[in-house]
T-cell receptor, first 114, second 113 residues
Framework: DGGITQSPKYLFRKEGQNVTLSCEQN?????MYWYRQDPGQGLRLIYYSQIVNDFQKGDIAEGYSVSREKKESFPLTVTSAQKNPTAFYLC?????????????FGDGTRLSIL | KNQVEQSPQSLIILEGKNCTLQCNYTVSPFSNLRWYKQDTGRGPVSLTI?????NTKSNGRYTATLDADTKQSSLHITASQLSDSASYIC????????????FGTGTRLTVIP
């Protein structure tokens, strides 16, 4: 089945450690997104990419980094500079030429601090 | 300022009852509005999408309404089931820009037997 796969489902980070969240899609979508979800808040955009080898900062990019070397993959690294990384991270993709906002979401990665 | 506000924040209803969730927005220029259902620990799944010219759209027991003049939308759930327990998120899309989605904080619905 086509879809978006995020891994791992749960991730724990130690102090000063960088961790990488995986996002893979087989939907042939050009655009991909990373969101952070905290209790009581709406989804906040971290980074997005509209095409391979290109990405832009979202509203809360500080302490995060991404790469887009392949169309199918958009990994997110949470660096040690992100002082409050505990959250639910959602990856999304959007089909080419679709009605704006037609995003498909993965099932998320929950990141916690040890 | 572009904002999307949802109410109530949480809601508990008996199985079989109906309920209505509200979404008010100040996003402009408006393109479309989408309701998502998000089960605990899962990603959001789209229920309906409505453009400026649409007043009502249904998806099974879910019916969304849109009043573009007052910038209000509602999601009505009929004959609720235990599986309807989830968060419901309203998302409004601007007409322009790559970073053009505005998310509400969601309504947490719990259906009890």
């Amino acid at each position: 089945d086509g879809g978006i796969t995020q891994s791992p489902k749960y991730l724990f980070r130690k102090e000063g450690q960088n961790v990488t969240l995986s996002c893979e899609q087989n939907l042939n979508h050009d655009a991909m997104y990373w969101y952070r979800q905290d209790p009581g808040q709406g989804l906040r955009l971290i980074y997005y990419s509209q095409i391979v080898n290109d990405f832009q900062k979202g509203d809360i990019a500080e302490g995060y980094s991404v790469s887009r070397e392949k169309k199918e993959s958009f990994p997110l690294t949470v660096t040690s500079a992100q002082k409050n990384p505990t959250a639910f991270y959602l990856c999304a993709s959007r089909p080419t030429g679709a009605v704006a906002g037609s995003q498909h979401f993965g099932d998320g990665t929950r990141l916690s601090i040890l | 300022k572009n904002q999307v506000e949802q109410s109530p924040q949480s809601l508990i209803i008996l199985e079989g009852k109906n309920c209505t969730l509200q979404c008010n927005y100040t996003v402009s220029p408006f393109s479309n509005l989408r309701w998502y259902k998000q089960d605990t620990g899962r990603g959001p799944v789209s229920l309906t999408i409505m453009t400026f010219s649409e007043n009502t759209k249904s998806n099974g027991r879910y019916t969304a309404t849109l009043d573009a003049d007052t910038k209000q939308s509602s999601l009505h759930i009929t004959a609720s089931q235990l599986s309807d327990s989830a968060s419901y998120i309203c998302v409004v899309n601007l007409q322009t820009g790559a970073n053009n989605l505005f998310f509400g904080t969601g309504t947490r619905l719990t259906v009890i037997p």
